[in-house]
């Protein structure tokens, strides 16, 4: 249980620690190279295996990321692709009630998400989370990936906060290191990030499954 009365600002990843990450380990590991495929006429396994080592190139850097560079990497129209399956956007358990009660106590509650503009705003279109949020902001308006060094202090400038005074909560292990390593002071990953794969084993930090086990509401929280 997070020490609430400790806590200020908020921070929260959004895909797998707000929303399902079914939903992008869908899209990226089935549905594009599916389209690969039928694109360059080769099998869906040869397409998966091309398409997993251009990931492999720019894994953990801002190019990962960005809609933009994989239209131009695979010649796939990305973003219609991803209308094509919002329907699979979906909410993890309790968010909501947290974010109410988060609210309701005056924090600032902020979204920090590698996700590109366009991702960011679809998702928020079709769930109707983003009034919850003091910002919304996508690490490619900072240019630079939350697992990158320099991202939490850049961070600050844009949307100021006390790392003693804040809570991390992201589904990312590289992610919450970097943190750490910056100074924020409290840190929570995720247990099961996609609902229909394997739990998440990390000595490392603290992980939650269920947003309800840590509502400010409940007796353990305190004042």
């Known amino acids: 249980m997070p020490p609430w009365h400790d806590i200020d600002t908020i921070m929260f990843d959004m895909d797998g620690t707000l929303l ?14 599916s389209n690969y495929g039928r694109l360059h006429g080769i099998s869906e ?5 091309i398409v997993k080592a251009k990931y492999a190139d720019v894994f953990g850097t801002l190019q990962w990321y960005c809609l933009s560079y994989w239209e131009d ?3 796939l129209d990305v973003r219609q692709l991803k209308h094509t399956i919002k329907h699979k956007i979906n909410i993890r358990p309790n968010v909501e ?26 998702k928020m279109q079709h769930t109707g989370m983003g009034t919850y949020f003091h ?8 240019k630079l990936a939350k697992e990158n060094p320099g991202f939490w202090e850049s961070l600050r400038q844009r949307a100021p906060f006390d790392p003693d005074r804040s809570l991390l909560i992201d589904d990312s292990i590289p992610v919450l290191r970097q ?7 409290h840190l929570l990953g995720i247990t099961q990030p996609d609902s229909q794969g394997p739990p998440l084993e990390c000595a490392e930090f603290s992980q939650i499954d269920d947003f309800a086990h840590i509502l400010p ?7």
Do not use: C, M
């Not at 910002?135 to 900072?142: A, C, G, P, T």
């Not at 509401?217 to 004042?223: A, V």
């Open 97 to 122: 009630q947290l974010l109410e009660e988060l609210h309701n106590l005056k924090k600032q509650v902020l979204l920090i998400t590698n996700a590109h503009p366009f991702s960011l705003e679809i």
């Open 179 to 185: 943190a750490r390593r910056e100074g924020i002071k």
């Open 73 to 75: 990497e695979l010649q």
């Open 45 to 49: 396994d040869q397409a998966r295996e």
């Open 217 to 223: 509401s409940t007796p353990e929280s305190g004042p």
């Open 135 to 142: 910002e919304r902001i996508s690490s490619h308006s900072l």
């Open 20 to 33: 399902d990450l079914h939903f992008d380990n869908y899209f990226w590991l089935q549905l594009i190279p």
